[in-house]
């Protein structure tokens, strides 16, 4: 980043990925109840391949928050 130009144009770059990625993330997590069941169903990273194991941290959230049918 050598110059002012290629400065403003990374931080413009992780600005429009923060607003396209990191906070439609977070907003899964308003409704918990909503996220469990998103999470029982396609797991918790959904744009993970073959993410179908849950860890024992994610699990427990699954497990204490899903309702189920």
């Known amino acids: ?16 990925d923060i607003d396209a990625y990191t906070l439609p993330f977070f907003k899964r997590f308003e409704d918990v109840e909503a996220l469990a069941e998103q999470v029982h169903k396609s797991g918790f990273l959904t744009h993970r391949k073959r993410f179908d194991k849950f860890n024992p941290l994610t699990k427990r959230f699954v497990d204490f928050y899903y309702r189920g049918e």
């Open 1 to 16: 980043m050598s110059t002012e130009t290629e400065r403003e144009r990374v931080v413009q770059e992780i600005v429009e």
